[in-house]
């Protein structure tokens, strides 16, 4: 059974930062894409960032360039989100995924995995 579970939210002020990781179990996924995405209440999911198999190439939404860092340890199987400089918009439930569908980009949420999220709230 696959597996991916996020750690590492909570409550932070505003300019704080926090870092997110998601180990996967129960298949390798070092030749896959892998992203993360938040949904704040009553929105919809909206990428936040996405890194390809090697970790050479990283995608991020416009909102998050140059605060956040997406990386990953393919020997453990892991995908990381590093947040600086929170902002109060930041506050959401995020989620990791593993391996988009066949022909989609790693941007859209159109994965075959997901976690079952963590809540990260951003005080002002």
């Known amino acids: 059974q696959v597996q991916l579970v996020e750690s590492g939210g909570g409550l932070v002020q505003a300019g704080g930062s926090l870092r997110l990781s998601c180990p996967a179990t129960g298949r390798s996924f070092s030749h896959d894409a892998m992203g993360w995405f938040r949904q704040a209440p009553g929105k919809e999911r909206d990428f936040v960032a996405a890194i390809d198999w090697s970790g050479n190439s990283k995608y991020y939404a416009n909102s998050v360039k140059g605060r956040f860092t997406i990386s990953r340890d393919n020997a453990k199987n892991t995908v990381y989100l590093q947040m600086n400089s929170l902002k109060p918009e930041d506050t959401a439930v995020y989620y990791c995924?593993?391996?988009?569908?066949?022909?989609?980009?790693?941007?859209?949420?159109?994965?075959?995995?997901w976690g079952q999220g963590t809540q990260v709230t951003v005080s002002s």
């Open positions: 995924a593993a391996a988009p569908r066949r022909g989609e980009p790693p941007t859209v949420p159109l994965y075959d995995y």
